[in-house]
């Protein structure tokens, strides 16, 4: 069983509503557990990333008692131009949950820096989980933007690690 076949079953089993999962084929044996039965519901939020979003934070706040139209068109405008600044880079994502880290121990150097250029298949991080250590390989070849995770961190499924200037 690879992992894709393993994220359709979590992805499925989350939809279905069942709160417990045990699949054994062969020699691999899984069990998925989607919450309790108790009904408890844990909520997660992502914490913002960077200082500007919380400095938008107060103004988007203060902007519907005040109404004035310059507060709000100057964060509009900021996000629209980091979005098209954006778009020009390919953005590598997480394949699995896990623990991010950009090491391959805590004694050795990073696997790349921001200004690093990559090829495709160079090993970007490694992501645990579960006690085993994946390594994460660049689906492209360019040139480290960005790293959008901090070292040691939890991330999700799809969630944005590198962006990559192809060019």
């Known amino acids: 069983m690879d992992l894709k ?7 499925f089993v989350a939809k279905s509503g069942a709160s417990e999962v045990k699949l054994e084929t062969g020699d691999v044996k899984i069990t998925i557990k989607t919450g309790s039965d108790d009904k408890e519901t844990t ?11 919380l400095q938008q934070m107060p103004a988007q706040q203060q902007a519907p ?7 709000e068109a100057a964060p ?14 390919i953005t590598i994502k997480s394949p699995i949950i ?8 805590p004694d050795k150097p990073t696997f790349v820096e921001v200004g690093d250029s990559v090829k495709e298949g160079d ?3 490694i992501i645990e989980a579960m006690k085993l250590f994946n390594e994460i390989e660049s689906e ?6 960005k790293v959008l995770v901090d070292d040691s ?3 999700e499924f799809d969630q944005p690690l590198y962006l990559v200037d192809p060019s």
Request: aromatic share 6%; proline share 7%; glycine share 6%.
């Open 5 to 11: 076949e393993i994220q359709n079953l979590i992805k």
């Open 153 to 155: 961190s939890p991330v």
């Open 123 to 125: 090993v970007l991080c």
């Open 76 to 89: 509009a405008a900021e996000e629209k131009q980091a979005a098209d600044d954006d778009s020009k880079y």
């Open 98 to 105: 896990g623990t991010f880290y950009r090491k391959p121990s």
């Open 140 to 145: 492209v070849s360019g040139k480290i933007v």
């Open 65 to 71: 008692a005040q109404q004035t139209a310059p507060q």
């Open 43 to 53: 909520i997660v939020q992502q914490v913002p990333m960077g200082g500007q979003q």
